[in-house]
Each structure stands twice: as structure tokens, then as C-alpha cells.
């Protein structure tokens, strides 16, 4: 060997075990961060994304409401339907059902009226 070369270097006999022991290492790093950085994150980007899901949701009054009127119509019309081909009365909690999904339709429909006086009686 001459003096100008550099020595070469031979493999670490244990160099599977360094990989190991560097890749155990990242992932510790990785969920280390994982578990400390994401209570932070987390709760901010779901309020940002509830925000988001409530404006489209006011927005959406306008046409959702007609297709819930339509899809509790077209309910007791099936229910009427089968009720008069099969010559049976409807079960009970169908009927229960219907007449919540109506309730709540109704009141879909009135908000706007009523929405004025909760706001007052939620501020008190």
C-alpha cells in the first residue's frame, strides 16, 4: 500500500444491528412526535373543519329543507301505499318514526320564526 492512498475501510461486523437499532430509533422519533405534537394539532383542524362544515350547512337550509318536506312526503306515501296493498295497518314504530321525522321537519320548516327567540333565551 502506498503511503498517498487512504486505507480502505472493512464492513462493521455488526452493521445489521446498527441499521436496527437507526431505524427503532426513527420510528420512536416519529411517534414521540406523533404523540406530543398531534393533541395540539388535532383539536385546532377539527374546529377549522367543524366551522367550515357549519357554514355549509347554513347555506344549505335552502335546498335541504324542500328535500326533507319531499323525502317525509314521499315516507308516508309509501307507507300509505303499502298499507292499502297489503290491507295491514303499519307497525307502531313506524308510525313513531314518521311522526318524529315530520316533527322535526316541521320545526326545519319554522326555524327562521323561532330562530330570533332562542338566541334570546340561550344569551340570558
Known amino acids: 500500500m502506498s503511503e498517498t492512498s487512504l486505507p480502505q475501510v472493512e464492513a462493521l461486523p455488526n452493521s445489521k444491528g446498527v441499521g436496527a437499532v ?23 383542524a377539527m374546529l377549522a373543519s367543524l366551522g367550515g362544515v357549519f357554514a355549509w350547512f347554513a347555506d344549505a337550509y335552502r335546498w335541504m329543507v324542500p328535500l326533507a318536506v319531499l323525502a317525509v312526503a314521499a315516507g308516508w306515501l309509501w307507507i300509505g301505499w303499502q298499507s292499502w296493498s297489503t290491507k295491514r295497518r303499519p307497525a307502531r314504530r313506524t ?8 316533527g322535526m321537519t316541521g320545526l326545519a320548516l319554522l326555524w327562521p320564526k323561532i330562530e330570533p327567540f332562542m338566541i334570546q333565551l340561550v344569551r340570558r
Request: hydrophobic letters at 70%.
Open 22 to 44: 437507526a431505524a427503532t430509533a426513527s420510528t420512536a422519533a416519529l411517534a414521540c412526535g406523533v404523540c406530543c405534537v398531534l393533541p395540539f394539532a388535532l383539536p385546532a
Open 95 to 102: 308510525l313513531v318514526v314518521m311522526a318524529f321525522a315530520t
